[in-house]
């Protein structure tokens, strides 16, 4: 290998594939899965499933794909890598092209605000390092690999974001990572469906913990309950608000331009403007604060990297249209995050107005935490509106303030004329609800 180039023979080696001779010495740097996205030089990774990637080969190679990774037989003229599986194969290579690289990586995971953590650590880390980070949301055992091939003997730090539903997941993430940092951000309710509790959702978020490098360090919130009580046994740095974290904030204050408070950590005081709204925010800044100074970021660079930050995607945008203030904070929704955005809405001087959708993967706990979120939303909104399957708990929780609807279309058709001068919008639910489709709507 050189310059990250992986020839052909290598990676046959390494997943257990056969190579034509004559393609031995062919060439990738990185891979992909999806024919639109695919880079110059890349190895096209041909996935079967509901539609199958072997139909996309010809416009991988028309796009400049190097050779393809494929488990059918290909036009002899193609250099391909045959193997059974091309999803085990694929993490396969990125677990032994990991083994080659001398970056440190760092792995993020946590049941809300892995994203933000992940970009805010990412920001502190570019200041000083060539730094990779996980992009869009290849966070699963697809986009892991993917982005662990994008690494190159030049990267100095990855920032990779790791996400799970079930057990065994973030154990499948963390052999490929290999990461010395480790952070968890929280332990929530997200995917309580498929863990069955709280603990079972701790049980599965430590998992990333099976591949921690020795000598490695973890990260873990010590706001949250669980993952206080378990950062003693695994030696964990921890940091969050409460007094007791190695890591924690000091003269915290809020304002309509950010949040403002003094990052503790040691010897450190490092003062820390974040332009963003919501105090859950805090955590988030501190974990980059706490690896930022792990891997010998300056204190300036560190407070510089946090002042400038931007969020990723639909989370916690501040539109305007016209004077109606919208937070679209449409990317994600569990339990948690839901109160967090409602807090931020609550602090809006003109009407507040909540427009919610479904949270999913609840499973028996969505009909309770859709009224607890109802009635929550309740104490700190001036109207409702909800969408969704479980419209009637938030109804419940919520009384008279609220109105619900079975699609996105008759809510808009319903809110819109009621939209006055200084009203303030959140909108939220989970990815599978689409709330962004409102806006167009709307305005």
Same mark, same amino acid.
């Given at each position: ?223 949250? +309950?669980? @993952?206080?009580?378990?950062? $003693?046994?695994?030696? =964990? %740095?921890?940091?969050?608000?409460? *007094?007791?974290? &190695? ?95 409602? +807090?931020? @809405?609550?602090?809006?001087? $003109?009407?507040?107005? =909540? %427009?919610?959708?479904?949270?999913? *993967?609840?499973? &028996? ?79």
């Amino acid at each position: 290998m050189r310059n990250g180039m992986i020839c052909l023979a290598q990676a046959a080696q390494w997943c257990g594939g056969r190579v034509e001779a004559r393609y031995a010495d062919v060439r990738f740097a990185g891979a992909q899965f999806d024919s639109r996205l695919l880079r110059q030089g890349e190895l096209f990774v041909a996935l079967s499933g509901q539609r199958d990637g072997h139909d996309f080969v010809p416009a991988a190679m028309a796009a400049g794909a190097a050779a393809v990774l494929a488990s059918k037989p290909l036009a002899p003229e193609i250099p391909a890598i045959y193997v059974e599986d091309t999803r085990a194969a694929l993490q396969a290579i990125a677990r032994e092209y990991r083994k080659t690289l001398s970056c440190t990586v760092i792995g993020i995971t946590g049941s809300v605000g892995k994203t933000t953590t992940k970009e805010m650590v990412a920001a502190v880390l570019e200041t000083a390092l060539r730094t990779v980070k996980t992009d869009q949301n290849y966070n699963n055992d697809l986009g892991v690999p993917v982005m662990l091939l994008r690494l190159t003997p030049q990267t100095q730090a990855a920032v990779l974001e790791m996400g799970m539903n079930h057990f065994g997941e973030l154990s499948l993430l963390t052999s490929l990572v290999r990461p010395e940092l480790a952070v968890i951000t929280n332990v929530g309710t997200m995917h309580i469906e498929n863990l069955g509790s709280r603990e079972g959702i701790l049980k599965a978020k430590l998992e990333i913990l099976e591949g921690l490098q020795p000598g490695g360090t973890c990260y873990f919130c010590g706001d949250n +309950d669980l @993952l206080r009580r378990e950062a $003693g046994a695994h030696h =964990a %740095v921890t940091f969050g608000v409460g *007094e007791g974290n &190695d890591v924690r904030a000091v003269d915290v204050r809020q304002s309509e331009d950010g949040i403002r408070f003094t990052a503790v950590a040691g010897a450190h005081r490092i003062p820390i403007a974040l332009p963003l709204t919501g105090l859950h925010h805090v955590p988030d800044a501190l974990a980059a604060v706490a690896v930022g100074l792990k891997c010998g970021v300056p204190e300036a660079r560190i407070a510089e990297a946090l002042a400038s930050f931007q969020n990723t995607g639909h989370r916690q945008r501040i539109l305007r249209y016209g004077s109606v203030t919208v937070i679209d904070d449409c990317y994600n929704a569990g339990p948690e995050s839901m109160r967090a955005s409602l +807090d931020v @809405l609550a602090q809006a001087k $003109g009407r507040r107005i =909540a %427009v919610l959708g479904d949270m999913l *993967e609840l499973g &028996d706990f969505a009909p309770q935490a859709h009224f607890e979120v109802g009635r929550y939303a309740a104490e700190r909104c001036d109207l409702i509106f909800v969408c969704g399957a479980n419209r009637a708990d938030y109804l419940r929780g919520a009384g008279e303030k609220a109105r619900a609807f079975q699609t996105h279309e008759a809510l808009a058709e319903a809110l819109k004329p009621l939209l006055r001068d200084g009203d303030t919008l959140l909108l939220k639910g989970s990815r599978g609800m689409k709330m962004e489709r409102l806006l167009p709507l709307l305005f």
